[in-house]
């Protein structure tokens, strides 16, 4: 059973930070391109940032320099560390995996990817 259980998210002040984690379990994780979305109510979701089993990035113009991908593929788990936060960056984050060679928009609308349930991350100005 494939699971995907994130941190719990929180609530910072603007130009703040936060870690989010996301532990993958049921799957090869090494194997498998991985990613964070987010949705804020009324809009769609948005592909945030994504990394390969080479573990090489892609972002989001919105969050490039401020945001960092990583993954632990000992501890199979997925990082967004989150620098400068601003109040727009509030929404839920999901995490995201799918095997196989895909990119990150294919990531979010491919029905073979896997879901977290979503943790609420706030940036008050």
């Known amino acids: 059973q494939v699971q995907l259980v994130e941190s719990e998210g929180g609530s910072v002040q603007s130009g703040g930070s936060l870690t989010l984690s996301c532990i993958v379990s049921?799957?090869?994780?090494?194997?498998?391109?991985l990613g964070w979305f987010r949705q804020v109510p009324g809009k769609e979701r948005e592909a945030v940032a994504g990394?390969?089993?080479?573990?090489?990035?892609t972002y989001a113009d919105s969050v490039q320099g401020r945001f960092a991908i990583s993954r632990d593929n000992a501890q199979t788990t997925l990082y967004l560390q989150m620098d400068r936060l601003k109040p727009e960056d509030t929404a839920m984050y999901y995490c995201?995996?799918?095997?196989?060679?895909?990119?990150?928009?294919?990531?979010?609308?491919?029905?073979?990817?896997?879901w977290g349930q979503g943790t609420q991350v706030t940036v008050s100005s």
């Open positions: 990394i390969d089993r080479n573990h090489v990035a």
């Open positions: 995201a995996a799918n095997w196989g060679r895909v990119t990150l928009p294919v990531l979010g609308t491919s029905r073979a990817t896997y």
């Open positions: 049921g799957v090869t994780f090494s194997s498998y391109y």
